[in-house]
């Protein structure tokens, strides 16, 4: 089964919180005006594992500016996609989010938004991927930009994406790469460190895919 075509693998109910293991759904352009939010991924989990749903999270950190930002929309825009990014986990997994090492856990936030968008997953698995597989000591912008104009001529959706939204979903890439602990600040590719436990549960449970690239 290519997980690839697939929009919803499997829901469940555990407790509280119903889970749906999401595997890349359509190209979108929001990863553009999303941040890596790991702090802002912690606090939602939290609220997740306490049995609020999105919405009651939504009016929670927004009464009380839980993420410390400056409007109400941004407020909600990171409840709702950490909501969304998070939600791919089981209970198990989040609990264990939360009490992990930094470095897996920053892992697992990365791995969550692989899961949610499509062309991120296809960029780091043909791009990314081939780079640790080359022995190449840095990530290329240049192989990013051959990437994105190869994908604007060969899909139509994104060919009619700006030039604009273009250039911040490829900063987007660097951005989230950086913050996971994949790269350094000069793009030079790191070695990083999963909980092994932690590591075999996320393959165990159809992540597999995701650990191959990153690990």
Same mark, same amino acid.
């Given at each position: 089964?290519?997980? @690839? %075509?697939?929009?919803?693998?499997?829901?469940?109910?555990?407790?509280?919180?119903?889970?749906?293991?999401?595997?890349?759904?359509?190209?979108?352009?929001?990863?553009?005006? /999303?941040?890596?939010?790991?702090?802002?991924?912690?606090?939602?989990?939290?609220?997740?594992?306490?049995? @609020?749903?999105?919405?009651?999270?939504? /009016? #929670?950190?927004?009464?009380?500016?839980?993420?410390?930002?400056?409007? #109400?929309? *941004?407020?909600? *825009? #990171?409840?709702?996609?950490?909501?969304?990014?998070?939600?791919?986990? %089981?209970?198990? @997994?989040?609990?264990?989010? /939360?009490?992990?090492?930094?470095? /897996?856990?920053?892992?697992?936030? @990365?791995?969550?938004?692989? =899961?949610?968008?499509?062309?991120?997953?296809?960029?780091?698995?043909?791009?990314?991927?081939?780079?640790?597989?080359?022995?190449?000591?840095?990530?290329?912008?240049?192989?990013?930009?051959?990437?994105?104009?190869?994908?604007?001529?060969?899909?139509?959706?994104?060919?009619?994406?700006?030039?604009?939204?273009?250039? *911040?979903?490829?900063?987007?890439?660097? %951005?989230?790469?950086?913050? =996971?602990?994949? #790269?350094?600040?000069?793009?030079?590719?790191?070695?990083?460190?999963?909980?092994?436990?932690?590591?075999?549960?996320?393959?165990?449970?159809?992540?597999?895919?995701?650990?191959?690239?990153?690990?």
């Amino acid at each position: 089964m290519n997980y @690839l %075509t697939l929009v919803n693998l499997k829901s469940y109910k555990q407790h509280k919180i119903t889970y749906k293991i999401k595997i890349i759904m359509t190209y979108k352009t929001t990863i553009s005006n /999303t941040s890596f939010w790991y702090n802002e991924s912690q606090k939602t989990v939290k609220f997740m594992l306490d049995g @609020l749903s999105k919405t009651e999270i939504n /009016t #929670i950190t927004t009464d009380e500016n839980i993420y410390q930002v400056n409007s #109400i929309n *941004r407020s909600k *825009r #990171i409840a709702n996609v950490t909501y969304n990014r998070m939600s791919v986990y %089981t209970e198990d @997994l989040l609990e264990k989010f /939360t009490k992990t090492d930094v470095s /897996t856990s920053k892992i697992m936030v @990365l791995i969550s938004i692989l =899961s949610t968008d499509k062309l991120f997953y296809e960029y780091m698995n043909e791009v990314f991927k081939e780079h640790k597989l080359l022995g190449d000591k840095q990530v290329s912008r240049r192989e990013l930009d051959k990437f994105m104009e190869h994908k604007r001529i060969e899909n139509e959706k994104i060919a009619k994406w700006s030039d604009n939204v273009v250039g *911040r979903i490829k900063r987007s890439y660097f %951005t989230f790469i950086r913050d =996971s602990g994949l #790269i350094d600040e000069n793009n030079n590719i790191k070695e990083v460190y999963i909980d092994y436990e932690i590591q075999k549960q996320l393959e165990n449970e159809g992540f597999k895919q995701f650990t191959e690239i990153i690990l």
